[in-house]
Structure formats: C-alpha cells, structure tokens
C-alpha cells in the first residue's frame, strides 16, 4: 500500500515562504522523477517543478527563481520551497512521483490528496 502525505500548506501574506512535503511510504524500492502540481478552480493542473533521481530539476516559468524542488531519498520525501510568494500562487498543491514498489517491474505515478496554500495581499 503506497501513500502519499502532503503537508505545509497555509494561508501567508505576500512575499512570504512556505515549505511543502511530501511524505511516501508503504513497499517502494524507487523513486523515479518526483513532482509537484498545482491547481486552481476552473483550470487545469499545472506542472511547478520536478526532479528527477539524479537530481536534475526543471520549473514552470512562473516560479523559477523562487521556488526550490528537492528530495530525501533515504527518507522517500520531497519538499518544495516557495519564496516571495504572490497572491498567483494561490492553489491546491499536489505532490506525485513514478515509484517502483516491491514486487513489480514497472514505475507507475502516483499522487497526493493535495494541500491547500492561500496567498493573501
């Protein structure tokens, strides 16, 4: 049984920070590329940033230079950092990943229940 675990979301001012995680566990042997998504009402879900296992990152223009993915993998975890935040960047987060659990050839994708950050002016 693999779940996913978000925390960190909150309501902050602008130009503030939050820390998000995502916490996974039951019998995974892998963690392929992790992300994380973001969703607004009325649109679709958006891709923020990713990294992949060897560490390479890649971010949606609307963040770079303010948002910071990264990983635990001993811990099966990945944070995302988010300064001077805007009042945009208000939306339900969503963590996923390609895992490989035990007992299984191949990589499947799987998601948070998602966490919700507002960003007041």
């Known amino acids: 049984q693999v779940q996913l675990v978000e925390s960190g979301g909150d309501l902050v001012q602008f130009g503030g920070s939050l820390r998000l995680s995502c916490a996974a566990s039951?019998?995974?042997?892998?963690?392929?590329?992790a992300s994380w998504y973001r969703q607004t009402p009325g649109r679709a879900r958006d891709l923020v940033a990713t990294i992949t296992g060897g560490g390479s990152t890649n971010y949606a223009d609307s963040v770079k230079g303010r948002f910071t993915i990264s990983r635990d993998n001993a811990k099966n975890t990945w944070y995302l950092q988010m300064n001077s935040l805007k009042p945009e960047d208000t939306a339900v987060y969503y963590c996923?990943?390609?895992?490989?659990?035990?007992?299984?050839?191949?990589?499947?994708?799987?998601w948070g229940q998602g966490t919700q950050v507002t960003v007041s002016s």
């Open positions: 996923s990943a390609s895992l490989l659990v035990t007992g299984s050839h191949f990589a499947y994708d799987y």
């Open positions: 039951g019998s995974i042997l892998s963690i392929n590329t």
